[in-house]
């Protein structure tokens, strides 16, 4: 029992799928379908068909000989230029118009053969689904946001607070006392000379000490 039952779901969404997968074939053959149409133009009596025709960007165009004379088909102005080969009574050529814009034809057999085809701009259909998967696309990558904001502490750095400190070592060095060399060499000359002074005037005394003593 509880193997039929596991079964169960997964065919349901086995079914589902293939439902699902049978209404999109269904959504889109349609629109392909008439997204490219094809026209018929008969070349009689010297004249392409009515001489004009309008068609949408896509649609393929087919020329067919009608005359026991050969005709062509030469694009003489328009988005893009074309030539078909030279058509006998039966024979038919196609083209599909990929650009839209105005075309001008007409048979270098016969140039009094003119013609026209206006294929008008292909309606683009599959633009609203796109902006809402383009708009669907932000939410999904909203999650990384947090990220970007937990990095936005990094460039608040304090490093340049040590500057001052430096600033008043600096200063602090500068105002110190230091003793001139100048200064230290003369109250060196100054001690010896006030020595050498003193050393002078106690040998007089001491000469003066031993005369007295002889004379006794």
Known sequence: MSSRLST??????????????????????PASEASAASHQITIKN?????GSMSITQGDTVTWTNQDSVPHDVVVTSGPAKFRSPMLTKGKSWSYTFASAGAYSYTCSV??????????????????????????AAPTAAAPTTPATTATK??????TAAPAPDT??????????????PMLLLLGLSTAIVVFCLLLLASRPHAAATTDDFDGD
């Open 8 to 29: 169960t779901p997964r065919k349901g969404l086995r079914v589902l799928l293939a439902s699902i997968l049978a209404a999109l074939a269904v959504m889109v053959w």
């Open 46 to 50: 010297y004249a392409y068909g009515s």
């Open 110 to 135: 016969h140039p009094d053969m003119h013609a026209t085809i206006s294929a008008k701009a292909k309606p683009v259909a599959p633009a609203p689904a796109a902006t809402t998967a383009a708009a």
């Open 153 to 158: 502490p990094v460039p608040t750095t304090t």
């Open 167 to 180: 600033a008043y070592v600096a200063t602090t060095a500068d105002d110190s006392p230091s003793l001139d």
